[in-house]
Structure formats: structure tokens, C-alpha cells
């Protein structure tokens, strides 16, 4: 992140790392998601991205619920990969990097999570 002051003095911060499209996470933030893939539920709560950050309550309020909506997909696709995870995990199922990591990306991420959900849960 770049900080830095706009011509009203007001403090505007610049990624550096994502300047075009952001992240999930980024675009969440200072929100935290907490996903139980027990319950297929999210819980949202505010972090602040450092202690004492100038830009926290500098800019205007976004109202949570009007961001859910733009970013659903994400979090279906975000909750179907946790859930992946578990599954490895619980079953303890070894070797599983090159099959979860290693993927066309001609394809889209729909199709690609598509096949990497019926290599790992394709018998639940």
C-alpha cells in the first residue's frame, strides 16, 4: 500500500501490487470474513489493516450489504476451495498439491474449480 495525500489533503491509499482489479480479500478490506464450512455460513467482521491506520473512518462508510452482492460468486467459489481443503485434510489425503495447484488457466475459474471439485469430492 502507498499512502498518500489527494489535493484536499485527504489521505488515499494505492496498492502497488494490485493496481487494476483487486483481490477478494482486498476488496473486503478492512472486513474479515470467517467462513464455518460446518455450517456454510460467513461471519463479517472489521480489522483494521494496521494498528492506528490513518485511513480508517477518514473516507466514506460502505454499507457490507451492498458489497455481498457484487462479489457472490467469489465467495461460492472461495467456500467450494475451503470445503476442498477440509476434505484433504480430514481424509489425509497425500500427494494432492499437483492436482489442487497445477490447472490450465486458459480456462475459467468456474470450469477449473468445476474439475478440481470431481477429483476430490466427485464420490460425496
Same mark, same amino acid.
Given at each position: 500500500?502507498?499512502?498518500d495525500l489527494d #489535493? !484536499?489533503?485527504n489521505l488515499k491509499g494505492l496498492c502497488s501490487l494490485h493496481p487494476y482489479i483487486k483481490p477478494l480479500v482486498c476488496i473486503l478490506s478492512p472486513v474479515s470474513r470467517i467462513y464455518s464450512?460446518?455450517?456454510s455460513t460467513s461471519e463479517y467482521v472489521f480489522t483494521p489493516p494496521t #494498528? !492506528?491506520?490513518?485511513?480508517v473512518g477518514s473516507c466514506k462508510s460502505n454499507n457490507l450489504s451492498n458489497l455481498i452482492p457484487i462479489v457472490d460468486k467469489e465467495?461460492?467459489?472461495e467456500a467450494k476451495f475451503y470445503n476442498i481443503l477440509e476434505h484433504i485434510a480430514n481424509n489425509k489425503i497425500e500427494g494432492y498439491e499437483k492436482k489442487l495447484y497445477f490447472f490450465n488457466t486458459d480456462n475459467s475459474f468456474e470450469t477449473i474449480l468445476?474439475?478440481?471439485t470431481s477429483i476430490f469430492l466427485?464420490?460425496?
Open positions: 500500500m502507498i499512502n #489535493e !484536499n489533503n464450512s460446518d455450517k #494498528e !492506528n491506520c490513518p485511513g465467495l461460492e467459489y468445476d474439475s478440481i466427485a464420490k460425496e
